[in-house]
Protein backbone atom coordinates (compact mmCIF):
# COMPACT_ATOMS: atom_id res chain seq x y z
CA UNK A 1 0.00 0.00 0.00
CA UNK A 2 1.03 3.78 -0.38
CA UNK A 3 -0.22 7.09 0.98
CA UNK A 4 0.03 10.04 -0.26
CA UNK A 5 -0.22 13.18 1.53
CA UNK A 6 -0.47 16.49 -0.28
CA UNK A 7 0.02 19.61 1.70
CA UNK A 8 0.71 23.69 0.56
CA UNK A 9 -2.33 25.24 -0.60
CA UNK A 10 -3.83 27.95 0.46
CA UNK A 11 -5.39 31.54 -0.41
CA UNK A 12 -2.92 33.50 -2.76
CA UNK A 13 -3.29 36.68 -5.14
CA UNK A 14 -3.55 36.58 -8.52
CA UNK A 15 -0.15 36.63 -9.91
CA UNK A 16 1.58 34.77 -6.83
CA UNK A 17 2.96 31.82 -6.09
CA UNK A 18 2.67 28.43 -3.99
CA UNK A 19 4.14 25.35 -3.66
CA UNK A 20 2.43 21.97 -3.40
CA UNK A 21 4.01 18.89 -1.80
CA UNK A 22 3.52 15.42 -1.61
CA UNK A 23 4.61 12.90 0.44
CA UNK A 24 4.53 9.60 -0.31
CA UNK A 25 5.04 6.53 2.14
CA UNK A 26 4.97 3.29 2.08
CA UNK A 27 5.69 0.30 -0.83
CA UNK A 28 6.90 2.97 -3.40
CA UNK A 29 9.43 0.87 -5.30
CA UNK A 30 9.02 -0.03 -8.50
CA UNK A 31 8.38 2.02 -11.75
CA UNK A 32 6.72 4.70 -10.93
CA UNK A 33 4.93 7.86 -12.56
CA UNK A 34 3.54 10.92 -10.79
CA UNK A 35 1.07 13.19 -11.19
CA UNK A 36 -0.81 16.37 -10.07
CA UNK A 37 -4.41 16.88 -11.10
CA UNK A 38 -6.72 19.42 -9.86
CA UNK A 39 -10.75 19.45 -9.83
CA UNK A 40 -13.25 22.64 -9.51
CA UNK A 41 -16.60 21.45 -7.99
CA UNK A 42 -18.88 20.18 -10.69
CA UNK A 43 -16.36 19.62 -13.41
CA UNK A 44 -13.88 16.84 -14.18
CA UNK A 45 -10.55 16.24 -12.63
CA UNK A 46 -8.01 17.82 -14.66
CA UNK A 47 -4.69 16.23 -15.43
CA UNK A 48 -1.54 19.16 -15.19
CA UNK A 49 1.22 17.55 -14.92
CA UNK A 50 2.78 14.67 -14.46
CA UNK A 51 6.93 12.99 -14.04
CA UNK A 52 8.41 9.53 -14.37
CA UNK A 53 10.90 8.44 -11.44
CA UNK A 54 13.60 9.05 -14.48
CA UNK A 55 12.20 12.71 -14.22
CA UNK A 56 10.95 13.48 -17.47
CA UNK A 57 8.04 15.62 -17.07
CA UNK A 58 5.07 16.42 -19.08
CA UNK A 59 2.51 19.50 -18.41
CA UNK A 60 -0.85 20.08 -19.50
CA UNK A 61 -1.34 23.59 -21.53
CA UNK A 62 -2.74 25.48 -18.96
CA UNK A 63 0.57 24.52 -16.94
CA UNK A 64 3.41 24.90 -19.22
CA UNK A 65 5.52 28.06 -18.54
CA UNK A 66 3.83 28.23 -15.26
CA UNK A 67 4.04 25.81 -13.20
CA UNK A 68 6.95 22.89 -12.37
CA UNK A 69 6.89 19.68 -11.64
CA UNK A 70 9.63 18.10 -9.34
CA UNK A 71 10.71 15.05 -7.11
CA UNK A 72 12.81 14.38 -4.38
CA UNK A 73 13.67 10.73 -4.50
CA UNK A 74 15.38 10.66 -1.02
CA UNK A 75 12.76 12.19 0.76
CA UNK A 76 9.87 10.38 -1.62
CA UNK A 77 8.22 13.65 -2.09
CA UNK A 78 6.55 15.13 -5.05
CA UNK A 79 6.81 19.02 -5.92
CA UNK A 80 4.63 21.59 -8.03
CA UNK A 81 6.07 24.83 -8.01
CA UNK A 82 3.09 27.37 -9.51
CA UNK A 83 4.10 31.31 -10.14
CA UNK A 84 1.52 33.55 -11.75
CA UNK A 85 -1.48 32.14 -10.39
CA UNK A 86 -4.87 33.00 -11.93
CA UNK A 87 -7.99 33.02 -10.54
CA UNK A 88 -8.63 30.47 -13.34
CA UNK A 89 -5.84 27.67 -11.14
CA UNK A 90 -8.25 27.83 -8.21
CA UNK A 91 -9.27 23.96 -7.22
CA UNK A 92 -8.51 21.19 -5.25
CA UNK A 93 -5.19 19.63 -6.20
CA UNK A 94 -4.55 16.06 -6.03
CA UNK A 95 -1.49 13.79 -5.89
CA UNK A 96 -1.57 10.87 -8.12
CA UNK A 97 0.69 7.76 -8.78
CA UNK A 98 0.55 4.76 -10.67
CA UNK A 99 3.23 2.01 -9.95
CA UNK A 100 4.05 -0.41 -12.30
CA UNK A 101 1.46 0.65 -14.97
CA UNK A 102 -1.32 -1.45 -12.52
CA UNK A 103 -1.61 0.04 -8.90
CA UNK A 104 -3.66 3.53 -8.63
CA UNK A 105 -3.04 5.90 -5.71
CA UNK A 106 -4.88 9.01 -4.90
CA UNK A 107 -3.97 11.77 -2.44
CA UNK A 108 -6.86 13.36 -0.20
CA UNK A 109 -6.12 16.85 -1.86
CA UNK A 110 -5.05 20.01 -0.97
CA UNK A 111 -7.41 23.43 -1.96
CA UNK A 112 -5.67 26.31 -3.78
CA UNK A 113 -7.55 29.68 -3.96
CA UNK A 114 -6.52 31.96 -6.16
CA UNK A 115 -8.14 35.42 -5.09
CA UNK A 116 -7.99 39.23 -4.34
Known amino acids: QVQLVESGGGLVQPGGSLRLSCAAS????????WSWYRQVPGKQREWVARISDSGNANYAASARGRFTISRDNVKNTMYLQMIMLEPEDTAVYYC??????????WGQGTQVTVSS
Open 96 to 105: HLVKNGVHVY
Open 26 to 33: GSISGINV
